[in-house]
């Protein structure tokens, strides 16, 4: 690092390059010498001349100069001002091709026969033309509506897969930029786009329902390329483009690919122009879907003749490559899944989709492949799956396992947060959370990579503070928000999953448009952006989705003072004044997942399920009010922030009469919850719902519920990743930690010891007798890895501060603990941390990165304070649940 500011990026997103919009905001991270200094930019456009400013922040700093135009290439640097600062290096960014400055024109696909949403096959849109020259430089711009893959001269474009990704089409609509050069020659060249149904008129959700975004596929694309003689030469997508049927037979995200390279080759014919309609052309902030890794398999079964099971040894997303198709006209079937059954077969059973009185769905994820004359390797780039396992069948010929790869598939997201322990089964369990985390952060986060697939808001919204934790999730989770925005309903509520491809917003008589404004799932709109800018510093965030914000919570206040729910209007036909601020009168998923009962034959009772009616119409305003709660408290948090000082006081206010109404209607006299479950106590705590002089009371009772359920979790949904911090948070680490070590369902490590490599959707996702029941990749009970990061390592934002500028550095050492490590990359720099016990004595060490604080507190309550640096504490450590005095001595 040296004395050179590093890491500078821009606010957009990019594959092999950052592509950025007219104004991109710039960021660095500062050495350490530079604390609290002004900085010198230059910026190199086009090459021309050397461009200053200055700047007094460091990050998102507004773009200095004129604005950019479409395609200019930027190199800038920065510097801490003052004389002989030293520079950091150049860094590169492009512009894209802004939307008006696109002459290209909308293409589709001549389709002669429709086989139905979840069988069309893939089609392919050429152009050829002549270039004169050598090729000095070239940029692909390019975008569908469906998924695309695009080839020069038969060189893939680019690194991208599973373009243009998700979005909400009607409104929003990203490009890719590409670096083609190396794939063009002088004479003849050709370009070839094959376009597919993906997000846009695919099958969505577990019933595999069409996506309602368009009937039609379309491909725009301009191909800019500079010639080695000084000209420029472009090609656009236009009427002279032909369309034939690509090989790829059916292609569907959801259920798989077919390949048939036997296929004889096809008379081309004109393409279709302006057939469909999109909106404006936009980059998008996130970092693109790629193929982060590769994975042999770890075992290779054969279970009956030309059938074997492949082992990856990691649940994830993905797919299957494979390099040996064998001789020309060999089919080979390739079934994905995420458990075995006793006879070591693939068994997706468990993933099957159930609705009451309904036959049920039947799960499958299967890409097929027929080889040609010619070698060829199969990489299905128009589906994703979910899986471990794969079943791979074929007929006549062998399967060499050195062929086979796994090819993992997700959000290039950036890693910021580390952790290890002298526990081995906590590692494992911080590698399956994050594991399962990217499983579901295919551009969007979704809730399981399998049967739904879906981004449901309230799964994002319960693990947002973790995943900041884990990855830079800054520009991804702005991408999705922009599509939370897009699909909110006019009245304000938010869509249970954004992309909304079901389009509920236009569909209001849908049954499902009846559950659709959940609390804790519509919430995420003001949770996710307030997370974000608590973790990462940027404003921004807060001002792009303050309308959508308001007009949700607006939304519920309405439905707060005119509905009751009617139970509660059956005891009393006049509501009490307060009743005005108790959102119970409106459908609300509840906690959700929380473990499953059993019957007196010891099966488990699903209420969902069993008593689907009784469920729908249960009275769930604890839950409703305390998240009109948080949410109303947030927004007054959010306009101090933006410096909207009557709407602050205004939801202050509101908040205020919301936790009195929540105290009138759920807080007895006793202290006790009106629900008396471990969730409702858990987010009374953590929402700061209670009086002062009942806290106490309520984490007695929420112990005794643990203690009544022998030590297990009894949380679902919302509240597990508050569980475990209000316990240590009220004194009571020791139940904290029994419930994180144990070991039978339901618990975490029960999850490991069943050899988990994801978070389950059920906490008892793999019984006693080994049957699998639900997701086997669900994150949301991932939430825990932040009680790893913030209580066992200790390293946790202090309060009242943002982007990390301030922190704490506490452990808790849990029983048979010895060390903990971990570092987190925060905005000025990385915080990394080290405790160790050593016989009688606690030692931390600690690297504090410029611009930010440390308190280090240990168990007694001594507490150090230390700035940016390296340092090292040691005290004497007590092994009790109450520590003993402390001798402290500090290095710094």
Known sequence: MGGAPYDLTVDSGGDEFPVTGSAPRLSWKPALDAAGQDFELEALIDGGPEQAATATGHLYVAWPWAPLRSRQRVQWRVRAAGINAEWSDWSPFEVGLLNPDWTASWISPVENEDPGYGQRPANVLSAEF??????????????ALGIYTAAINGERAGTTELAPGSTSYDRTLYAQASDVTSALK???NRIDVEVSDGWYRGQVGAFRLPAGWGTTLGVLAELHIELADGSHHVVVTD??????????????????QTLDLTLPAVVPVKALAGAVEAPPIDWSPAPPVRVTESRKPERLLEVRPGVWVADFGQNASGWIRLEDLGPEGTRTLIEYGEHLGPDGDLSTSHLDSHRPGEPARIFSQRDEVIAGAVPAVFEPRHTVHGFQYARISRDGATLDPSTLAMEVVHTDLRRTGEFSCSNEDLNHLHSIGAWSFLGNAVDVPTDCPTRERLAWTGDYQVFISTATRLRDVLGFSRKWLRSVRDDQLEDGRIANFSPDGRRIKNNLTDQFAMMTGSA????????VPWELYKAYGDDAVLAENWDAMTRWVQWALEK????????RAQLSPDPEPFEQYLWDGT???GEWTEPKKRDADGKLIDPVQDNPMAWFMEDKGEVGTAYLYRSTTTLARIAHVLNRAGEAAQYAAISDS????????YLRTDGTTATDSQASYVRALAFGLLPEHTRGLAVD???ELIRSADTHVGTGFLSTGDLLPVLVEAGREDVAYELLLQRTAPSWLYMVDKGATTIWEAWEGIDEEGNAHESLNHYSKGTVLRFLHEYTLGLRQDQDTVAWRSVVIAPTPGPGLTWARGSHETPNGTIKVHWQLDGEELRIDADIPVDTTARIIFPDGTEHTAGPGRFRVASAFAHTTTAGPFRSTVTV
Request: aromatic residues 10%; glycine residues 8%.
């Open 560 to 567: 707060a003072q005119t509905t009751r729910h009617h139970s």
């Open 701 to 703: 009772r929420l112990v």
């Open 658 to 665: 919301v936790r009195e109404a929540w105290q009138a209607a």
């Open 186 to 188: 002088p004479g003849r």
């Open 520 to 527: 804790g799932w519509g919430d995420a709109i003001v949770a």
């Open 239 to 256: 009427d002279t483009w032909t369309s034939t049927p690509s090989h790829t037979t059916r292609a569907d995200l959801m259920d798989g």
């Open 130 to 143: 002549e270039l004169s020259a050598g090729v000095k430089s070239a940029r692909l711009y390019s975008t």
């Open 587 to 589: 459908f609300h998923w």
